[in-house]
């Protein structure tokens, strides 16, 4: 009695196709991560550019007008708001760093660790 006889193993080239196709998944996933932070980080600079816009007009027209409170907590709110702006931008843009790098990461990694097509390289690892 045979015991391998149903054993059978995969073509190298449709285990490395599987391979291939696993890391591009993954490659994927991570410019739609890295799109998603782009876009966010896009619409919070328009909207900080309104805002930094705003609150130059309300310091120019608290100064012409003399310092009124409304006008003066209106400015303090604004600048509140560029702050938060100025931070959430500062991670956002750490996080395309880490995506473009772990993307880099990933494609170097997968040419070290997919499934060789030739037996060449998997002879050299043994």
Known sequence: ?????????????????TDENRFESLRR????LESEAARELD???????QVSAD????SVAEENEGGEAEGSSRISALTETIMNYADRVKHLERQLAYFRQLEQDVLVAAQEIMYPVSDEKHSADR
């Open 43 to 49: 619409g919070l600079r328009k909207r900080y550019d």
């Open 29 to 32: 996933f991570i410019n739609r």
């Open 1 to 17: 009695m045979n015991v391998f006889s149903s054993f059978r193993v995969r073509n190298r080239s449709r285990d490395r196709s």
């Open 55 to 58: 609150a130059a007009f309300a």
